[in-house]
């Protein structure tokens, strides 16, 4: 992505004026607007997609998106200055630590029986909470359910981990989405630093157990692992690359603790995506305030950049009057890493006709349409 010095056609003379060499460059996506179809994969979800809004692809003539099966990947280890490692909610993953336990061979099933009942996300307790990371996920500063990696080995627990859902492999009523299928089981782990990185020790409680070392990656936020295959894996684009990820989603509801979402949208905060939501009031047109929406009426103050849940799950209604709809009275303001500003507003949530890839009405076909400011 580069940035562009441009100049300005003036009245009917054609004359050119252009930025002065004292000037900052403005950033300027390289098009004007495109329609998003991320291919969330249907009433499952099973897919996590990776958006770059400023990046078009040449086939679709949509934005590049990356996507990964929700199940591929279990943890992620921050790759900045912090040792911070995160689970992945979009599986309904949790975690606690296993008291008085300071080696993973000494766990016994006897010692962990109590704790599996408590560690669970969406059982409407709201002491749950603990389990899972910062809904905000704002890393390195926010909270994770597996503590920060202290340099000296001792000092870092040994944890239960609840490995959330396996993607459902049954039948979907249309019109309704199953965020999960079977148990992927548990694990027990400890991780401690390995220089730089991070030296990852696991296994079945009462099993055999493996070790998975972790070299940080700068040009990425994160390193991903997957326990199931044991290995190291490629998820997310690299941390400049990517701006919005379609995905399900762990969030947390106000007395009830967490609970898991459909349809949810964040925000590469930790890339450095910042946005806001823009909600026109009654009488007016949301799409005409979209229309009009120009750059001198970005608001810099409103702009979000230590919570990924800005557009969330807020840009659809699942249980509206009207059935399934996408809220038509609101639009989106991003700015990405490298200074592009995009607005942005969502205009399906469910599969308009029927064919080979989807059934009419049914859930996990959304789409967008976005332009650059």
Same mark, same amino acid.
């Given at each position: 992505?580069k940035k562009?010095?441009?100049?300005?056609?003036?009245g009917?003379s054609?004359?050119?004026s252009?930025?002065?060499d004292?000037?900052d460059?403005?950033a300027? !996506?390289?098009?004007q607007? !495109?329609i998003?179809?991320?291919?969330?994969g249907?009433?499952t979800?099973?897919?996590q997609?990776?958006?770059?809004l400023s990046?078009?692809d040449?086939?679709?003539?949509?934005?590049?998106q990356?996507?990964?099966?929700r199940?591929?990947?279990?943890l992620?280890?921050?790759?900045g200055a912090q040792?911070?490692?995160? $689970?992945n909610? %979009?599986?309904?993953?949790?975690?606690?630590?296993i008291?008085?336990?300071t080696?993973?061979?000494q766990v016994?099933?006897?010692m962990v029986?109590?704790?599996?009942?408590q560690?669970?996300? !969406?059982n409407?307790?709201p !002491?749950n909470e603990i389990?899972?990371?910062?809904v905000k996920?704002d890393f390195?500063?926010?909270?994770t359910a597996?503590?920060?990696?202290?340099?000296?080995?001792?000092?870092n627990a040994?944890? $239960?981990?609840?490995? &959330?859902?396996?993607?459902n492999a &049954?039948p979907?009523?249309v019109? @309704?989405?199953a965020?999960?299928?079977d148990?992927r089981?548990w694990?027990?782990i400890?991780?401690v630093?390995a220089g730089?990185?991070?030296?990852?020790?696991?296994?079945d409680?009462?099993?055999?157990?493996?070790?998975?070392?972790v070299n940080?990656n700068?040009a990425?936020n994160?390193n991903?692992? %997957? $326990?199931?295959?044991?290995?190291?894996?490629?998820?997310?684009?690299e941390?400049k690359?990517?701006?919005?990820?379609?995905t399900?989603?762990t969030?947390?509801?106000?007395g009830?603790?967490s609970?898991?979402?459909?349809d949810?949208v964040?925000?590469? +905060?930790?890339g &450095?995506? &910042?946005?806001?939501?823009?909600?026109v009031p009654?009488p007016?047109s949301?799409?005409?305030?979209y229309?009009?929406f120009?750059?001198?009426d970005?608001d810099? @103050?409103k702009?979000?950049?230590n919570d990924?849940?800005?557009?969330?799950? +807020?840009?659809r209604?699942?249980?509206?009057a009207?059935g399934?709809e996408v809220?038509?009275d609101r639009?989106?303001i991003?700015k990405d890493a490298n200074?592009?500003y995009f607005?942005l507003r969502?205009t399906r $949530?469910?599969k308009?006709?029927?064919?080979?890839q989807g059934?009419k009405?049914e859930?996990g076909f959304? %789409?967008f349409?976005?332009?650059?400011l």
């Open positions: 992505m562009i010095l441009f100049c300005l056609w003036i009917a054609l004359s050119q252009c930025i002065n004292n000037e460059p403005v300027v !996506a390289p098009f607007g !495109a998003g179809d991320p291919k969330v249907g009433a979800e099973p897919n997609v990776w958006i770059d990046e078009i040449p086939v679709t003539k949509g934005p590049v990356t996507l990964t099966k199940t591929d990947w279990d992620a280890f921050y790759s040792f911070k490692v995160v $689970l909610s %979009s599986i309904m993953m949790a975690a606690a630590k008291p008085n336990v080696d993973i061979s016994t099933e006897a029986s109590t704790l599996k009942t560690v669970q996300v !969406a409407f307790n !002491a389990y899972i990371d910062d996920g390195p500063n926010g909270y597996i503590e920060k990696i202290e340099a000296i080995d001792s000092q040994v944890y $239960l981990v609840n490995m &959330g859902k396996e993607i &049954g979907v009523p019109g @309704s989405v965020t999960g299928g148990s089981g694990k027990i400890q991780i630093r730089e990185g991070y030296k990852v020790k696991y296994g409680i009462a099993g055999e157990n493996y070790v998975i070392t940080k700068a990425y994160y991903f692992v %997957s $326990l199931k295959d044991k290995k190291e894996i490629t998820i997310q684009p941390k690359k990517w701006d919005l990820c379609f399900v989603f969030n947390t509801i106000t009830a603790g609970y898991i979402f459909a949810f964040t925000t590469n +905060n930790v &450095g995506t &910042g946005a806001y939501e823009v909600v009654a007016a949301g799409l005409e305030a229309n009009n120009k750059t001198s970005i810099q @103050s702009f979000i950049y990924q849940r800005v557009i969330g799950a +807020n840009w209604n699942p249980v509206g009207n399934l809220y038509g639009f989106y991003i200074g592009f607005k969502f $949530l469910i308009a006709d029927a064919d080979n059934v009405g859930r959304p %789409s349409e976005y332009k650059s």
